[in-house]
């Protein structure tokens, strides 16, 4: 089955240092997504993003926080200026958009920690 | 707003026993329901999904889940646990529009031997 890829599984950083997290959605795919989960808490929605542009984001989702996909085959978050509490796993997701309610894939998650 | 909530963040049953997961939602349209697994070091993979078609739904590695709008639930089970389950689930809801999901707090499923 195709796969989500997601880079790096780790990443540990600065408070105050900007990160951004990557991903390689399945290549046919048109909707992506980001999800986090911070520990012991739910898997949350971040945003949504087709045809180059987001299309919903949630309260999450502030000024510290952008998506891109520069190049046609990438995903990527970028979170600017890092906090605590913006330790969680974040998970990328796709789906081809074809009909309603289909499958999202997700990747393995980059586990982010701030220090 | 749609919201999904599983009971028992930690579940442990033995090897061969029923597996029974529980999630309940709160939809103010009809809902779509997803069980998603995630194991260890990889991502979430969907078990099982609800559409409206049938209230029962039948997913892979032998799980499956019952739509019971009186009582708002989607419980997972599968009648005989198997080590390989160990794993984490997540019940979600999307409201069909836009495809956003909805996650539970997930329960982790540990088997014993």
């Known amino acids: 089955e195709p796969e989500v890829t997601q880079t790096p599984s780790h990443q540990v950083t600065q408070m105050g240092q900007e990160v951004i997290l990557r991903c390689v959605p399945i290549?046919?795919?048109?909707?992506f997504y980001w999800y986090r989960q911070i520990l012991g808490q739910k898997v949350e929605f971040l945003v949504s993003?087709?045809?180059?542009?987001?299309?919903?984001k949630s309260e999450i989702f502030d000024d510290q926080f952008s998506v891109e996909r520069p190049d046609g085959s990438n995903f990527t978050l970028k979170i600017r200026s890092t906090k605590l509490e913006d330790s969680a796993m974040y998970f990328c997701?796709?789906?081809?958009?074809?009909?309603?309610?289909?499958?999202?894939?997700f990747g393995s998650g980059t586990q982010l920690s701030v220090l | 707003a749609q919201s999904v909530t599983q009971l028992g963040s930690h579940v442990s049953v033995s090897e061969g026993a029923l597996v029974l997961l529980r999630c309940n939602y709160s939809?103010?349209?009809?809902?779509?329901l997803f069980w998603y697994v995630q194991y260890p070091n990889q991502g979430l993979q969907l078990l099982l999904k609800y559409t409206s078609a049938a209230t029962l739904v039948k997913g892979i590695n032998g799980f499956e889940a019952e739509f019971k709008k009186s009582e708002t639930s989607f419980h997972l089970t599968k009648p005989s646990a198997h080590m390989s389950d160990a794993a984490e689930y997540f019940c979600?809801?999307?409201?069909?529009?836009?495809?956003?999901?909805?996650f539970g707090t997930g329960t982790l499923l540990a088997v014993q031997p």
């Open positions: 997701a796709s789906r081809a958009g074809q009909i309603q309610n289909e499958k999202l894939f």
């Open positions: 979600a809801v999307s409201d069909g529009a836009t495809n956003k999901l909805i």
């Open positions: 290549s046919n795919h048109l909707y």
């Open positions: 939809s103010s349209v009809p809902p779509y």
């Open positions: 993003f087709y045809n180059n542009e987001i299309s919903e």
